[in-house]
T-cell receptor, first 110, second 112 residues
Framework: RKEVEQDPGPFNVPEGATVAFNCTYS??????FFWYRQDCRKEPKLLMSVYSSGNEDGRFTAQLNRASQYISLLIRDSKLSDSATYLC???????????FGAGTRLFVKA | NAGVTQTPKFRILKIGQSMTLQCTQDMNHNYMYWYRQDPGMGLKLIYYSVGAGITDKGEVPNGYNVSRSTTEDFPLRLELAAPSQTSVYFC???????????FGPGTRLTVL
């Protein structure tokens, strides 16, 4: 079992739609969680950190469920520019270990 | 600020050749990282550094070496290139271990 798992997609949604991605992690010693965005053939860039209480940044909402060991990303009112791959990232305590998920591809269509 | 810069952008190597991938950051970050990303896969940590003179292995260090003589530079050395090292290599830096990682634009390496 992979340490961080994501549905690879692709998710094909129309503009204006709401779409949600989940990411599961296997190690309960996980400390920090992030969502990164990666455009085609580009470097990853931080989209948002994920806090225990959940957090929102404009159209994006991130949630953490430690009991079930997953994090989620909700995108409301999707834009064409949201088309990208979304990477789930988990940082573990007790050592220097950052694990990237393989990513979920999103295509937003006009 | 340039952020994190990497050179070269592209490179084709023959099996057995060696090369150095360059990485420089101008944000005065202590932490620097090298990742590789294979198609359809997540980034895998090759090596990391917590400051000048200090480096350590990540998840997939075999076939690579690093050095960190200055805060700004963190070169990655490939010795005896193999086809399995065909990948996209990203360098990143962060202020602290749990902080945002800023990535360079990547080096696309093909070993034939």
């Amino acid at each position: 079992r992979k340490e961080v798992e994501q549905d690879p997609g692709p998710f094909n949604v129309p503009e204006g739609a709401t779409v949600a991605f989940n990411c599961t992690y296997s190690n309960s010693a996980s400390q920090s969680f992030f969502w990164y965005r990666q455009d085609c053939r580009k470097e990853p860039k931080l989209l948002m950190s994920v806090y225990s209480s959940g957090n929102e940044d404009g159209r994006f909402t991130a949630q953490l469920n430690r009991a079930s060991q997953y994090i989620s990303l909700l995108i409301r009112d999707s834009k064409l520019s949201d088309s990208a791959t979304y990477l789930c990232v988990v940082l573990y305590t007790g050592g220097f270990k950052t694990i990237f998920g393989a990513g979920t591809r999103l295509f937003v269509k006009a | 600020n340039a952020g994190v810069t990497q050179t070269p952008k592209f490179r084709i190597l023959k099996i057995g050749q060696s090369m150095t991938l360059q990485c420089t950051q101008d944000m005065n970050h202590n932490y620097m990282y090298w990742y590789r990303q294979d198609p359809g896969m997540g980034l895998k940590l090759i090596y990391y550094s917590v400051g000048a003179g200090i480096t350590d292995k990540g998840e997939v260090p075999n076939g690579y070496n690093v050095s960190r003589s200055t805060t700004e530079d963190f070169p990655l050395r490939l010795e005896l290139a193999a086809p399995s090292q065909t990948s996209v290599y990203f360098c990143a830096s962060s202020k602290t271990v749990g902080d945002t990682q800023y990535f360079g634009p990547g080096t696309r390496l093909t070993v034939l």
